[in-house]
T-cell receptor, first 114, second 114 residues
C-alpha cells in the first residue's frame, strides 16, 4: 500500500511554545489529508480535513487558531499546535486518501507539553 | 450521522484458537468498512476493507471479516491466533457520499496468550 510519513514521532515542548508536525504522502498525491487526535486508551477523533490549496475544515469544538493546518502541496500537510499547553499532550495521527476508498495513516506523533 | 460500535474493550484468546473481534455500524446508504490494527505508539496499519462484492473479505496477516448487511456487522476473524496478533484493533466506516474521513469505533484490545 501507499506510504504516509509523519514527523516527528515524539516531541516534548514547553508550555507556550509551538510545535509543527509534518505529514507526507511519499508515493502518491493526496489532495485531502486528515488529522486525528487520540487520547490514551481511546479512539481516534477527527480534528480537521486538510485540503490542498484551500483552508482546512475543522470539526466542531476544534480551535482553528490553536491547531493551524497548512496543506501547501499535494504531498505535504502540516499541523502546528500553537501556544501549547499540557492539555494538548496527545497522540496525533494524520492520514491521506488514495482514491475514494483507501486511507493510509502516518506513524503518529506523541506530543508531550511540560 | 455515521457511527461504529465495538462492544468489547478487550478480547482474550489462547494462541492457536480462533478469534473474533466484533463491530457493528450505522451509516446512510451503503458503507465502506475497514479494519485497522495499532501497535503501541504507532499509527494505524490497514488490515482489510469491504467496498462491494463478496461478503467475506480476506486481508493481511490471515485476517478476514464478514460483512452482514441485515445485522449491520463487520466482525473481524482469524482461524488461528498468534501471540504477535496482540494489539489494538479499530473498525471504521465511511459512507459513499460526502467527506472521506473515517469514523472509528472505540477500539478493541486483543490479547493472545501463549
Amino acid at each position: 500500500g501507499a506510504v504516509v510519513s509523519q514527523h516527528p514521532s515524539r516531541v516534548i515542548c514547553k508550555s507556550g511554545t509551538s510545535v509543527k508536525i509534518e505529514c507526507r504522502s511519499l508515493d502518491f498525491q493526496a489532495t485531502t489529508m486528515f488529522w486525528y487526535r487520540q487520547f490514551p486508551k481511546q479512539s481516534l477523533m477527527l480534528m480537521a480535513t486538510s485540503n490542498e490549496g484551500s483552508k482546512a475544515t475543522y470539526e466542531q469544538g476544534v480551535e482553528k487558531d490553536k491547531f493551524l493546518i497548512n496543506h501547501a502541496s499535494l504531498t505535504l500537510s502540516t499541523l502546528t499546535v500553537t501556544s501549547a499547553h499540557p492539555e494538548d499532550s496527545s497522540f496525533y495521527i494524520c492520514s491521506a486518501s488514495q482514491g475514494v476508498t483507501e486511507a493510509f495513516f502516518g506513524q503518529g506523533t506523541r506530543l508531550t507539553v511540560v | 450521522a455515521q457511527s461504529v460500535a465495538q462492544p468489547e474493550d478487550q478480547v482474550n484468546v489462547a494462541e492457536g484458537n480462533p478469534l473474533t473481534v466484533k463491530c457493528t455500524y450505522s451509516v446512510s446508504g451503503n458503507p465502506y468498512l475497514f479494519w485497522y490494527v495499532q501497535y503501541p505508539n504507532r499509527g494505524l496499519q490497514f488490515l482489510l476493507k469491504y467496498i462491494t462484492g463478496d461478503n467475506l473479505v480476506k486481508g493481511s496477516y490471515g485476517f478476514e471479516a464478514e460483512f452482514n448487511k441485515s445485522q449491520t456487522s463487520f466482525h473481524l476473524k482469524k482461524p488461528s491466533a498468534l501471540v504477535s496478533d496482540s494489539a489494538l484493533y479499530f473498525c471504521a466506516v465511511r459512507d459513499h457520499t460526502g467527506r472521506r474521513a473515517l469514523t472509528f469505533g472505540s477500539g478493541t484490545r486483543l490479547q493472545v496468550q501463549p
